[in-house]
Nanobody, 128 residues
Framework: EVQLVESGGGLVQAGGSLRLSCAAS????????IGWFRQAPGKEREGVSC????????YYADSVKGRFTISSDNAKNTVYLQMNSLKPEDTAVYYC?????????????????????WGQGTQVTVSS
């Protein structure tokens, strides 16, 4: 059974940092691309950052470039999202998702429809 479990969300003041973790099981980690997505109330789910575990290629949304860093620990089947300089507009439920690596390119990594497996999400709240 494929499982993606997010952790690390919470409440932080603007300018602060959080590190999200996505622990994956039930599939061959190296064969998949893992993405982080977020959904704020009343808004569509959007791609934040994605990584292909096999070659390390990454994608970042313009809104998080320079502030967020995605990384992968293949030995632990875990993908991390280090979020620095957080802003109130980063407030959302953050989800990780997985898709067969050949299904995406760097250009298509943020497309939610391409992902087959989703975690339950973790809330990130940034206060001003």
């Amino acid at each position: 059974e494929v499982q993606l479990v997010e952790s690390g969300g919470g409440l932080v003041q603007a300018g602060g940092s959080l590190r999200l973790s996505c622990a994956a099981s039930g599939f061959t980690f190296d064969d998949y691309a893992i993405g982080w997505f977020r959904q704020a109330p009343g808004k569509e789910r959007e791609g934040v950052s994605c990584i292909s575990s096999s070659d390390g290629s990454t994608y970042y949304a313009d809104s998080v470039k320079g502030r967020f860093t995605i990384s992968s620990d293949n030995a632990k089947n875990t993908v991390y999202l280090q979020m620095n300089s957080l802003k109130p507009e980063d407030t959302a439920v953050y989800y990780c998702a997985a898709t067969w690596k050949a299904s995406v390119t760097i250009a298509t990594m943020p497309h939610t429809s391409l992902y087959d497996y989703w975690g339950q999400g973790t809330q990130v709240t940034v206060s001003s």
